[in-house]
């Protein structure tokens, strides 16, 4: 989850507002000294725009880490493109102004 939170460029604090949730809360769930509900999970995937789905995977995909740090040197307008195309990824659809390709 602190990965998440991190590639979204989010403080505990922010996070924890959007998800309404306490910040304390937050940060002892990160830090695994409290077990966290679906619920609460759901709230904090719904907040980072992630499924919730991406959360509950304890693996860690090769080259993961190396993506978000790739992810996170991409210009403003880059990374907003590529959230609204992986929105779409993630439904299975195609944004309209790349039908055409």
């Known amino acids: 989850m602190r990965r998440f939170r991190l590639a979204a460029n989010l403080s505990q604090g922010e996070l924890a507002r959007a998800a309404c949730l306490t910040k304390s809360y937050l940060s002892e769930v990160e830090r695994g000294k409290v077990n966290i509900s679906v619920a609460n999970l759901d709230k904090i995937a719904e907040a980072l725009g992630v499924p919730l789905f991406v959360l509950l995977d304890c693996g860690d995909l090769p080259g993961r880490n190396e993506v978000l740090r790739d992810l996170a040197e991409l210009p403003d307008d880059a990374l907003a493109a590529l959230h609204r195309l992986s929105r779409h990824i993630g439904r299975?659809?195609?944004?309209?102004?790349l039908s055409g390709m």
């Open 92 to 97: 299975g659809t195609t944004p309209g102004n």
